[in-house]
């Protein structure tokens, strides 16, 4: 009587270099010199003061972006708006009555970078890029008129 048949032996897998999960490819290795050499150099836009009256509809938008955050924030946890002030040489202020102030005054930080977050993934897909270049449009044009005498 024949026993059951054997199975070929399986070979075993030939060992492959260990490839980090946190180490980037080339292609991230670019975007974050790109993104390195563009806060270095809005930094030094930021506060030089003869030339950060150039990138005055940049701050605005930044500035607005974050108060916005905290707007949602305040409306979201019950809140109310009192007052928002937005200027492109100190910076805004939102005043709110009510709420949760924990959650209102870490949106702020919190909504600036997911956001910043997505403008940098845009760059990764050209609707997604157009739609955030049209947010852009409209979120620099805004703060100006708002503030168009403080210019």
Not at 62 to 82: K, N, Q, Y
């Amino acid at each position: 009587m024949a026993g059951p048949p054997i199975a070929a032996p399986i070979p075993s897998p030939t060992p492959t270099p260990a490839v980090s999960p946190i180490m980037p490819d080339s292609e991230q290795v670019v975007v974050i010199y790109v993104i390195i050499a563009m806060a270095v150099i809005i930094f030094g836009f930021w506060n030089v003061p003869v030339v950060r009256n150039i990138i005055n509809p940049l701050k605005l938008f930044t500035i607005a972006l974050h108060e916005f955050c905290h707007i949602c924030a305040a409306v979201i946890s019950g809140g109310r708006i009192l007052r928002i002030t937005i200027d492109p040489h100190i910076g805004g202020a939102t005043i709110v009555e009510g709420g949760r102030p924990t959650f209102i005054l870490a949106s702020g930080y919190l909504g600036s970078t997911l956001l910043g977050g997505l403008f940098v993934l845009a760059g990764y897909s050209t609707l997604v890029a157009k739609i955030m270049s049209f947010v852009l449009g409209i979120g620099l044009i805004m703060p100006l008129a708002l503030v168009r005498d403080k210019l």
